[in-house]
């Protein structure tokens, strides 16, 4: 095995243990693994809520039912050790295939090593367990296949299936979409200005592969719809990922990035003729829709790590950083350090005895509510209803969970008056009807207080994430 190759493996499997070590704190991945959870009880898509009171039994679009049906077996073999054995794999698979392309194009590793620890870290903010590493994962090999030297037929062949995975794994295609879609206009434009003695057909059916794969899922064309529905709701809401790069909201998470963006930025304008026109494409789209929405840092570290290694090998000097002479190990030495590499990937979660959960999860309240009521429909903060559904249902029914397309704009505005304390709470009980409610503390401090002071709601349980209230004759119910 050539060292540049054994060496970015290893890099490979250094940024799945960094994962790892990172605690779940993505409050969605629980519902989506249940929804895997149901989908191999049952054999089938699920296609109507099993989970809330608000929309019990309506119909819901199935969105990544891939990532969750994948998630859920993981889950199944082995908890969530083997939920984030998964993330960690595929994410580490994205980097390495990115680093994988710059070494195809005879960069230095070096160059290429510098560029993955620098798209890692821009994208580690955003890196939590969910079905969005699916994406990460489709998403370099596409990157790699449109800019590979491969014959055109062979890699719209292999592009097919990757972005179908992709787009039913976590429905984002749409990015591969318009990054192929300015690639193909730019190409046509240059062939007609006789700048390109090529006609680009090879994107433009990449292109138009695209374009179909955004509708070849359960819910073919209503995802349109649905994606609209799912980004107002999310703006409105003011979800983090969803907010420009330079709100004050995610300008620290997203220090990396502008760092980056500012160091290279300027070799950027004076290297640009050295690169190619897809490189400089890539880098122009990609950081346009990085610095309009947060989301995007984790697959523009992705698809800069090219790039980036590309910049780095031309402004070092040519002979430093070169492998002299026969640059390949043995095959039982490369075989010996990638088992080894990989025992120790598997094993340092579990022997550094890393928490499972970052302390936002409210594991403690759900297991203590889980004690006192079995069964009963639960009035909760939004970003808990992931848990709350892994752990309850289907003898938990709850208010509002993260699929955020599900409530009309009329609940979300209901839901953010009754956070603040604007409708009474007899209007919310009468509503409602809870047998419980599962608050989080901040958010919904305002019906907190209100609950506090009526006299037929206790508090039972509190903890720094969360507090219960039951009805005054819990003991009795019980």
């Given at each position: 095995?050539?060292?540049?190759?054994?060496?970015?493996?290893?890099?490979?499997?250094?940024?799945?243990?960094?994962?790892?070590?990172?605690?779940?704190?993505?409050?969605?991945?629980?519902?989506?693994?249940?929804?895997?959870?149901?989908?191999?009880?049952?054999?089938?898509?699920?296609?109507?809520?099993?989970?809330?009171?608000?929309?019990?039994?309506?119909?819901?679009?199935?969105?990544?039912?891939?990532?969750?049906?994948?998630?859920?077996?993981?889950?199944?073999?082995?908890?969530?050790?083997?939920?984030?054995?998964?993330?960690?794999?595929?994410?580490?698979?994205?980097?390495?295939?990115?680093?994988?392309?710059?070494?195809?194009?005879?960069?230095?590793?070096?160059?290429?090593?510098?560029?993955?620890?620098?798209?890692?870290?821009?994208?580690?903010?955003?890196?939590?367990?969910?079905?969005?590493?699916?994406?990460?994962?489709?998403?370099?090999?596409?990157?790699?296949?449109?800019?590979?030297?491969?014959?055109?037929?062979?890699?719209?062949?292999?592009?097919?299936?990757?972005?179908?995975?992709?787009?039913?794994?976590?429905?984002?295609?749409?990015?591969?979409?318009?990054?192929?879609?300015?690639?193909?206009?730019?190409?046509?434009?240059?062939?007609?200005?006789?700048?390109?003695?090529?006609?680009?057909?090879?994107?433009?059916?990449?292109?138009?592969?695209?374009?179909?794969?955004?509708?070849?899922?359960?819910?073919?064309?209503?995802?349109?719809?649905?994606?609209?529905?799912?980004?107002?709701?999310?703006?409105?809401?003011?979800?983090?990922?969803?907010?420009?790069?330079?709100?004050?909201?995610?300008?620290?998470?997203?220090?990396?990035?502008?760092?980056?963006?500012?160091?290279?930025?300027?070799?950027?304008?004076?290297?640009?003729?050295?690169?190619?026109?897809?490189?400089?494409?890539?880098?122009?789209?990609?950081?346009?829709?990085?610095?309009?929405?947060?989301?995007?840092?984790?697959?523009?570290?992705?698809?800069?790590?090219?790039?980036?290694?590309?910049?780095?090998?031309?402004?070092?000097?040519?002979?430093?950083?070169?492998?002299?002479?026969?640059?390949?190990?043995?095959?039982?030495?490369?075989?010996?350090?990638?088992?080894?590499?990989?025992?120790?990937?598997?094993?340092?979660?579990?022997?550094?005895?890393?928490?499972?959960?970052?302390?936002?999860?409210?594991?403690?309240?759900?297991?203590?509510?889980?004690?006192?009521?079995?069964?009963?429909?639960?009035?909760?903060?939004?970003?808990?209803?992931?848990?709350?559904?892994?752990?309850?249902?289907?003898?938990?029914?709850?208010?509002?969970?993260?699929?955020?397309?599900?409530?009309?704009?009329?609940?979300?505005?209901?839901?953010?008056?009754?956070?603040?304390?604007?409708?009474?709470?007899?209007?919310?009980?009468?509503?409602?009807?809870?047998?419980?409610?599962?608050?989080?503390?901040?958010?919904?401090?305002?019906?907190?207080?209100?609950?506090?002071?009526?006299?037929?709601?206790?508090e039972v349980y509190s903890d720094a994430k969360c507090v219960i209230f039951l009805p005054i004759d819990w003991r009795e119910a019980k």
């Amino acid at each position: 095995m050539k060292k540049s190759n054994l060496i970015l493996l290893l890099m490979g499997f250094a940024v799945a243990i960094i994962l790892q070590l990172r605690p779940i704190a993505d409050f969605d991945i629980f519902w989506q693994i249940k929804i895997g959870q149901l989908m191999l009880e049952q054999g089938a898509l699920i296609t109507r809520d099993p989970f809330t009171y608000t929309h019990s039994g309506e119909l819901i679009p199935v969105l990544g039912w891939i990532a969750q049906l994948v998630f859920a077996g993981a889950y199944k073999v082995c908890s969530w050790r083997g939920v984030q054995w998964v993330h960690a794999g595929l994410m580490a698979a994205a980097y390495a295939i990115a680093g994988w392309s710059a070494i195809q194009s005879r960069m230095r590793i070096f160059s290429v090593v510098c560029a993955v620890v620098i798209g890692f870290l821009v994208g580690y903010s955003n890196s939590n367990v969910r079905p969005q590493s699916f994406a990460l994962c489709c998403f370099a090999l596409m990157l790699f296949l449109v800019c590979s030297d491969m014959k055109v037929g062979l890699r719209i062949f292999a592009l097919v299936p990757v972005l179908l995975i992709w787009q039913n794994s976590h429905p984002s295609v749409s990015l591969g979409f318009l990054l192929l879609s300015v690639m193909a206009v730019v190409g046509w434009v240059r062939f007609h200005l006789d700048m390109s003695k090529d006609k680009p057909w090879g994107i433009t059916a990449a292109c138009l592969i695209g374009l179909a794969a955004q509708f070849v899922s359960p819910i073919g064309f209503d995802i349109i719809p649905v994606a609209k529905a799912n980004a107002d709701i999310a703006r409105s809401l003011r979800v983090n990922e969803w907010l420009p790069a330079w709100h004050p909201g995610v300008v620290a998470s997203m220090i990396f990035f502008w760092l980056a963006l500012a160091f290279f930025l300027p070799i950027f304008l004076k290297r640009r003729k050295e690169l190619k026109v897809d490189q400089i494409i890539i880098f122009l789209v990609m950081t346009a829709l990085t610095i309009a929405s947060a989301r995007f840092a984790l697959f523009w570290g992705v698809a800069m790590i090219p790039i980036f290694a590309r910049l780095i090998d031309s402004e070092i000097p040519d002979r430093l950083f070169r492998w002299p002479g026969n640059s390949t190990c043995s095959r039982p030495l490369s075989a010996s350090v990638v088992l080894g590499a990989f025992c120790v990937a598997i094993a340092t979660p579990m022997v550094c005895g890393q928490p499972v959960f970052a302390d936002r999860i409210p594991v403690e309240g759900i297991a203590w509510l889980k004690t006192v009521l079995p069964a009963g429909r639960i009035y909760n903060t939004r970003e808990y209803g992931g848990p709350l559904i892994l752990n309850g249902r289907p003898e938990w029914k709850i208010a509002i969970d993260g699929r955020l397309y599900m409530y009309g704009k009329d609940e979300w505005k209901r839901y953010a008056e009754e956070s603040t304390g604007k409708l009474p709470l007899e209007s919310i009980v009468k509503e409602a009807r809870p047998d419980a409610f599962f608050l989080q503390i901040g958010p919904h401090q305002p019906l907190i207080d209100l609950l506090r002071k009526a006299s037929n709601w206790r508090e039972v349980y509190s903890d720094a994430k969360c507090v219960i209230f039951l009805p005054i004759d819990w003991r009795e119910a019980k």
